[in-house]
């Protein structure tokens, strides 16, 4: 069986063992990753680059036997835009939360159907709870999915052959070709 985020390795070096957190105060955590770290996550989440990353929070007893997770994420990424290819800076602050409980049930969905159930912070309760896994999930779900440079807008391609009228998106409007047969229904009639 493979580690999940909610179920790290012993060995993971952010990972917290549940056995081992307070009941009765914050287990706080601050996680700022070094160079090397930071050149991995940009890689693994395809950025031109990271260049700041910061994930502070604290672990709290939820009750007797659950947990709960609250943080906050600030990160700066770098990515090409997606229209001009020139490098895009985006700030990043968000709070996240987590649920750790240990009686958890994954909702049940027929066969046929994925979906993804409403309340995603939610996991089962391992043996560990891993900011850092928290934190680089948290951040690729921020992440632009496609970033723009201000001011950058696709332009307009024309292609047609020699000889031909170029068709252009005006004229592939659905009401395009009504309205220019409306125009020629009314000049026959005068």
Same mark, same amino acid.
């Given at each position: 069986m493979s580690d999940t985020p909610s179920r790290p390795r012993a060995e993971t070096k952010t990972a917290m063992r549940v056995?081992?957190?307070?009941q009765s105060k914050d287990n706080s955590f601050a996680l700022r990753p070094d160079a090397e770290e930071l050149e991995a996550i940009a890689r693994e989440l395809e950025l031109s680059a990271l260049r700041k990353l910061s994930f502070e929070g604290r672990v709290v007893a939820q009750g007797s036997r659950d947990w709960r997770l609250e943080g906050r994420l600030g990160a700066t990424v770098v990515q090409p835009c997606v229209i001009t290819l020139e490098p895009v800076t985006t700030r990043i602050d968000v709070d996240v939360e987590r649920s750790y409980l240990r009686d958890y049930e994954e909702p049940e969905m027929p066969e046929a159907e994925v979906e993804m159930p409403d309340d995603v912070t939610t996991e089962p309760l391992g043996a560990w709870i891993d900011p850092g896994a928290v934190m680089r999930e948290a951040l690729a779900l921020e992440?632009? %999915?496609?970033?723009? @440079?201000?001011? $950058?807008? !696709?332009?307009?391609?024309?292609?047609?052959?020699?000889?031909?009228?170029?068709?252009? %998106?005006?004229?592939? @409007?659905?009401? $395009?070709? !009504?309205?220019?047969?409306r125009d020629k229904l009314k000049g026959d009639e005068s």
């Open positions: 056995s081992g957190l307070s992440v632009p %999915d496609y970033p723009r @440079k201000d001011q $950058a807008e !696709l332009g307009q391609m024309v292609h047609a052959e020699p000889g031909t009228a170029p068709m252009t %998106d005006e004229d592939a @409007k659905p009401f $395009a070709g !009504l309205a220019g047969l």
